[in-house]
């Protein structure tokens, strides 16, 4: 079951999460799995830094997020805990901060993109956010 895919920042990969535990990499230049990669529970949103360095995956029954290099397609560090059932994620156009849209805690997480921890409380939203693509703005 396909869920999530991203396309970094020079077009050359696809990240796509599958609902069974991982997400592939593929070449866009022969439409090849490159790789595939065990990341959490239920994987659902992704999205690419703006440098193309980084991926990060939601884990929607996991409650948390996976970050994976994408030098080595290696998922980086433990999951990042955030809310319950968190399905969309996006990046701001500096890279530095991440939000994932958690709706079953009808709130926003945001990550920290240099220490890949959860800064402050999460914000309150109302009921079950469930944003799928970039859903914030450049600022």
């Known amino acids: 079951m396909t869920r999530g895919v991203a396309v970094n920042p020079a077009g050359t990969r696809i990240y796509v999460a599958s609902g069974y ?13 490159l790789d595939s990669r065990r990341v959490g529970k239920s994987p659902f949103g992704v999205v690419v830094d703006p440098t193309g360095t980084r991926v990060y995956v939601t884990n929607g029954e996991g409650d948390n997020v996976s970050v994976i290099d994408t030098a080595t397609n290696k998922v980086i560090g433990p999951p990042i805990p955030v809310g319950k059932a968190p399905w969309g994620v996006a990046v701001n156009p500096a890279g530095t901060r991440v ?12 990550i920290d993109t240099e220490t890949n921890t959860v800064i402050g409380a999460p914000i309150l939203v109302g009921s079950g956010p469930y944003a799928f693509g970039q859903f914030i703005g450049g600022q």
């Open 21 to 33: 535990g991982s997400i592939s990499v593929i070449d866009t230049a022969n439409n090849k799995v």
């Open 99 to 110: 939000y994932v849209a958690n709706s079953l805690s009808d709130n926003v997480s945001v």
